[in-house]
């Protein structure tokens, strides 16, 4: 059974999601909270496996709560809430910890999926959020000090590039004439080089080092 933290300043949304969450057989809210401290305190407490996130909340939002819940030691999975196309704050999330994006107006079994992927430990990088992850990037005047990619053997770069621009393993191994099983080992790779918690992470390295370009 996963258990699940939902935090957002709206009842309404809290209750449409609770109603989805319970309904399915190997989900269930322990917990609810309507602000970033408060969601700090319970996921504390409660000790869920995921916690699904909003943005925008007054006061703690949900960047500095999800700083905050991560930085614990066995802290759970981050889910956050938003409304993709008008979140200026997806960077900052990503930053602090969060491993995946559930937008608001996703269907039903992709809510679901969603909290299942991430729950297992794995980020959620769909295409369809990559591409805006991408364009977000290109908004952003390059770090004053790029990350360093020291260690990194050219196909890791390779690779790591096409993480950047999105691509699964499949894709990956298509492209690059491997195996997907072998594509799968690359990635391993580059988690430990880079110390990196999952592939959202990779995603940001790939692009705070330049490897992926800026339009």
């Not at 258990?3 to 709206?10: G, I, P, S």
């Not at 492209?175 to 080089?193: D, G, N, P, Q, V």
Request: net charge negative; no cysteine.
């Amino acid at each position: 059974m996963i258990r699940v933290l939902l935090v957002d300043d709206q009842p309404l949304v809290r209750a449409s999601l609770d109603m989805i969450i319970t309904d399915a057989p190997d989900l269930t809210v322990v917990g609810e909270a309507g602000t970033g401290a408060e969601a700090v305190r319970l996921a504390a407490e409660l000790r869920p496996d995921i916690v699904v996130m909003d943005i925008r909340m007054p006061g703690m939002d949900g960047i500095e709560a999800t700083r905050h819940i991560t930085g614990r030691a066995d802290a759970p999975q981050v889910l956050v809430l938003t409304t993709f196309d008008q979140d200026e704050h997806v960077y900052g999330a990503l930053q602090a910890g969060a491993s995946g994006f559930l937008v608001k107006d996703m269907e039903l079994d992709d809510i679901l999926a969603a909290v299942r992927v991430v729950a297992a430990g794995n980020a959620l990088i769909a295409p369809t959020v990559t591409r805006r992850l991408i364009a977000h990037f290109a908004r952003r005047p390059a770090p004053a000090a790029p990350a360093t990619l020291d260690g990194l053997t050219t196909r890791e770069r390779e690779i790591l590039t096409l993480v950047g621009l999105g691509r699964s393993n499949t894709e990956i191994a298509t492209e690059l004439h491997l195996t997907t099983a072998t594509a799968k080992t690359y990635i391993s790779r580059l988690l430990t080089k880079l110390d990196a918690r999952d592939r959202v992470q990779l995603v940001i390295t790939a692009y705070e080092s330049g490897l992926v370009g800026r339009s």
